[in-house]
């Protein structure tokens, strides 16, 4: 199976905020090309962040039925927050000099964000904590020397300067201060204790996409995503499914049963997706040799190598959703053998991995340690062109 091609970003780049508000502020740059994948786990400083245009409809409003311990993302907070336009000025040029003074030190260290990209991260957050945010109107005030106009705000200034300390001197990941991810045509709410979704898991859901396409039978069937953190593919499958088939998303952390069911529900799929909480397969006890396609992007970085990996990711992500075991391949190798027992004749499958080597261990674990269960397994590359993805199907 050939790989899907993708549809292009709209990734939101604002420059800086000069002190000053002058007209080149209120212009788009062309976005800057991202830099090249590494290890899936090791590239949050690679950001989706799309502008709310016709090509993207706007997220839908937060449910009253949504979990009430789970705080909402910044976007989503009223905005009962006031301040004037100099208190705002004050704190962002605050927390420009504090990212400007990070330099290339992170990404010297391991591979972490340098200052422009905090900087773009500053705008992202003044984005979100904004609340009918007008430029024009901010640049008038400095202009008519009027700074104490009156603002609304999601979060308080004191919140803000905490907020952007703990990005900056504990490499707290940006999606966890803002609370969400932008992924796909989604905006999911993200917090600490959650795998952050990458943008390479996105092909996951266009390789489903592809096969569902030519087999009707896959399309009104169940799915299951195995280890769903913040219930990003689940949802992405739901969506293409339409109004076939459904979906199972399962994980053994309640932080991210709680996560991935307050994503459910504000995307309106909780008739199509069942949340479980449950270790991998456990689940699914009773849909033996039923299900439809069985897609995860598991842990698979091997043990010793998480405390090299990027301060955003070993520090903070959690550890359960990053460790495979010494070779980083357990909790992969059980995926495959479940794999053998819970898809159906023709299902499909397909696994996020490390890379070439885990790849093609893979491969040949499921052709020669479990023969005659699986036919036209393959792996896939990522957008860096690193092999990424082993997928098949269940011999019918």
């Not at 039978?217 to 769903?228: F, I, N, Q, S, V």
Request: proline residues 9%.
């Amino acid at each position: 199976m050939k790989p899907c091609t993708l549809r292009p970003s709209f990734v939101r780049a604002w420059p800086c905020i000069a002190s000053n508000f002058s007209t080149s502020f209120f212009q788009l740059p062309p976005p800057p090309p991202p830099p090249p994948l590494a290890h899936a786990r090791n590239v949050t400083q690679i950001r989706h962040r799309r502008f709310h245009s016709s090509l993207s409809a706007p997220p839908p409003p937060l449910l009253a039925s949504s979990p009430p311990s789970l705080p909402p993302p910044l976007f989503l907070r009223p905005p009962k927050h006031t301040t004037t336009v100099s208190e705002l000025l004050e704190w962002h040029s605050w927390a420009k000099s504090l990212a400007a003074s990070v330099g290339s030190s992170f990404e010297d260290s391991d591979n972490g964000p340098d200052s422009s990209l905090l900087c773009r991260e500053l705008n992202w957050l003044m984005d979100d904590v904004l609340h009918g945010f007008d430029p024009s109107l901010m640049g008038k005030a400095v202009a008519r020397d009027d700074p104490d106009i009156v603002i609304s705000l999601r979060a308080d200034v004191q919140e803000l300067y905490s907020l952007w300390k703990q990005r900056i001197e504990e490499r707290r990941p940006f999606q966890y201060i803002v609370g969400c991810e932008h992924w796909r045509d989604l905006i999911l709410c993200v917090r600490d204790g959650v795998l952050i979704p990458r943008p390479e898991t996105e092909i996951i859901v266009d390789l489903v996409g592809d096969v569902i396409s030519k087999d009707e039978g896959l399309r009104e069937g169940l799915w299951a995503d195995l280890g769903t953190g913040s219930g990003a593919i689940a949802i992405g499958i739901a969506k293409i499914l339409g109004n076939y088939g459904s979906v199972i998303a399962t994980d053994l952390s309640p932080v991210a049963i709680q996560v991935a069911s307050f994503n459910v529900q504000r995307y309106s799929l909780q008739d199509k997706i069942e949340v479980s909480e449950g270790s991998w397969l456990e689940p699914l006890k009773g849909v033996e040799g039923k299900v439809a396609g069985l897609v995860s992007n598991p842990p698979y970085i091997p043990s010793d190598d998480i405390s090299g990996l990027q301060a955003e990711v070993g520090r903070h992500e959690p550890r359960l959703a990053l460790d495979g075991g010494a070779e980083g391949m357990d909790d992969l190798l059980h995926l495959c053998n479940g794999a053998a027992s819970m898809l159906k004749p023709g299902g499909f499958f397909a696994f996020e991995t490390n890379g070439e080597k885990q790849c093609e261990f893979l491969v040949d674990y499921m052709q020669n340690q479990l023969p005659g269960s699986f036919c036209n397994v393959n792996t896939l590359s990522d957008f860096a062109g690193i092999q990424r993805f082993v997928t098949g199907f269940r011999n019918r």
